[in-house]
């Protein structure tokens, strides 16, 4: 039983690690396609990924991942994930 457990809390563990690592990539993504841009699309999704970077910083990674894809369809960006 003890054995479950810590893997348990392993896997969990890097689950977690590998969302938490996630956020940046996609918030850069987002970051450069609205560089420079000025149109209403590209200013609403700047604002999401701030917002998910927000969230990353606060330890939402989930959220900020979620708040990441919104941001990405704003702009019709089809984000690359890490694998």
Same mark, same amino acid.
């Given at each position: 039983?003890?054995?479950?457990?810590? +893997?348990?809390?392993?896997?969990?563990? &890097? @689950?977690?690690?590998?969302? @938490?690592?996630?956020?940046?990539?996609?918030?850069?993504?987002?970051?450069?396609? &609205?560089?420079?841009? &000025?149109?209403?699309?590209?200013?609403? @999704? +700047?604002?999401? *990924?701030?917002?998910?970077? *927000?969230?990353?910083?606060?330890?939402?990674?989930?959220?900020?991942? @979620?708040?990441?894809?919104? +941001?990405?369809?704003?702009?019709?960006?089809?984000?690359?994930?890490?694998?």
């Amino acid at each position: 039983m003890k054995k479950i457990m810590m +893997a348990l809390v392993l896997v969990l563990a &890097t @689950a977690g690690a590998a969302v @938490a690592n996630q956020c940046p990539l996609l918030v850069k993504q987002i970051e450069d396609a &609205t560089a420079g841009k &000025t149109d209403d699309a590209s200013k609403k @999704a +700047a604002a999401m *990924a701030a917002e998910a970077k *927000a969230l990353h910083a606060a330890g939402k990674h989930a959220e900020s991942v @979620a708040k990441a894809k919104e +941001a990405a369809a704003a702009i019709n960006l089809d984000l690359k994930m890490k694998q």
